[in-house]
């Protein structure tokens, strides 16, 4: 499996990375660049032209090294550095890292390294370009969302990756939870961003521009599957034994399905149209097969146990269903005696949604059965109904 250590970290953004080693690993580093000069006087001028390639200006002096050693961090282009002169290797500086991160309260503070290149590195990429944010000039990339699981389960991809995120100095709460439109937000430190944008080879998240990088196209068949699956997870619904997902970018779905074709299931793009205007969705009708092989999955990550994985199981045993009822709105009458929504309906009898419609309304056209109450949902409104 393909790797990324440290050392291979990427040095884009303004705000400079450093690292804290275990014991006085920091130190030994330093005396290691020192035996290659005769003083430390030519040591630090040796990383005042290095620091330049860096856009870093440091002063030609003892001082600055005391610093460092004294806050115990190093910088990450130092390290790179130091490497490079003493020929250091990448594992031992990933086995003696213990953070990293902004000088700030963000960092890494139980580092996984190297990182690994997995199917749930590669589901982080469809999670941004389905619900990702990003505007260098005023904050790092960013996952926004109206529901609290899909949050969750996107902060236990990162870990997972990453390592446990957590603050320095104060207490650090990676979700911002705000009161209207997007109920949560995940700012991510710039550092991940700019990994995760050299992988994926683009910085747009936008849900207008963006694209499928090229990248995902040549992942295996487990990382297709995936980054499918974070799809569904933020932008798919379950319905009537088909999974689709929605999206008002029709480049994003043509590359959905180019996926789906790839792992055989078949789909097609459909054109709907709301009070926001035009829209599309990928309607993939292969949901036994897609419900498998998301079970393989899931078995490798449990923590991806998500609702919609569990709609769709439900989708299967409807499917599966090949009871005959007799007196159906009979049965159905019997279940509103509390008020139940189409989906509780569908799901206690093992029938269709579109079905349970059918014969709701044909009760309600008969004054049998009335509409208790209705809620608003994301995307429109549901009712519950009772008997009458």
């Keep these: 499996m393909e790797t990324i250590s440290l050392l291979d970290f990427p040095l884009t953004s303004k705000k400079g990375m450093y690292v804290r080693f275990k014991g006085s690993f920091n130190k030994f580093l330093i005396k290691e660049l020192r035996k290659h000069f005769k003083s ?19 002063k030609p002096n003892r001082n600055a090294i005391c610093s460092w050693i004294e806050r115990g961090r190093l910088p990450l282009w130092i390290i790179k550095e130091i490497c490079i002169k003493c020929k250091i290797k990448k594992d031992v500086i990933d086995r ?22 997995d199917p749930l590195f590669v589901s982080i990429i469809g999670n941004l370009l389905g619900d990702g944010c990003n505007s260098k000039k005023y904050s790092p990339l960013y996952y926004a969302q109206v529901r609290e699981e899909p949050v969750e389960i996107f902060i236990n991809k990162i870990e ?22 997007i109920n949560y937000e995940v700012k991510l430190p710039h550092f991940i961003g700019d990994i995760l944008e050299k992988y994926a080879q683009t910085n747009q998240w936008y849900a207008h521009t963006s694209k499928i990088p090229e990248v995902i196209f040549k992942e295996n068949k487990e990382s297709k599957i995936a980054f499918l699956s974070s799809f569904i997870i933020d932008e798919g619904t379950v319905r009537d034994n088909e999974v689709h997902i929605t999206s008002i970018n029709l480049r994003v779905l043509k590359g959905l399905k180019k996926i789906t074709h790839d792992l ?83 799901r206690s009898l093992l029938i269709r949604e579109d079905r349970t419609r059918y014969y709701l309304y044909k009760l309600k056209n008969q004054n049998k059965i009335k509409v208790h109450n209705q809620e608003r949902i994301f995307g429109g409104h549901q009712n519950t109904w009772i008997h009458s």
């Excluded at 040591?43 to 440091?58: M, Q, S």
């Excluded at 957590?166 to 439109?181: E, L, Y």
């Design 40 to 58: 430390y006087k030519e040591t630090i001028e040796y990383l005042k032209i290095k620091g330049e390639k860096y856009r870093v200006n440091i």
């Design 96 to 117: 003696q890292t213990v953070q990293y991160g902004l000088w700030s309260p963000i960092a890494v503070i139980k580092p996984k390294l190297p990182i690994e290149l």
């Design 160 to 181: 997972h990756i990453f390592g446990k995120l957590g603050g320095i100095k104060r207490k650090f709460n990676i979700i911002k939870k705000r009161n209207k439109g």
């Design 264 to 346: 055989n299931y078949e789909s097609k793009i459909h054109t709907g149209k709301n009070q926001r205007g035009k829209y599309y969705f990928l309607a993939i009708k292969s949901v036994t097969k897609l419900y498998q092989d998301l079970a393989n999955f899931i078995s490798v990550y449990p923590s991806l146990n998500f609702e919609k994985y569990r709609n769709l199981e439900t989708a299967i045993k409807i499917k599966q269903n090949k009871t005959k009822y007799k007196n159906l709105k009979h049965k159905i009458l019997d279940i509103l005696i509390t008020p139940k929504s189409v989906k509780e309906i569908s």
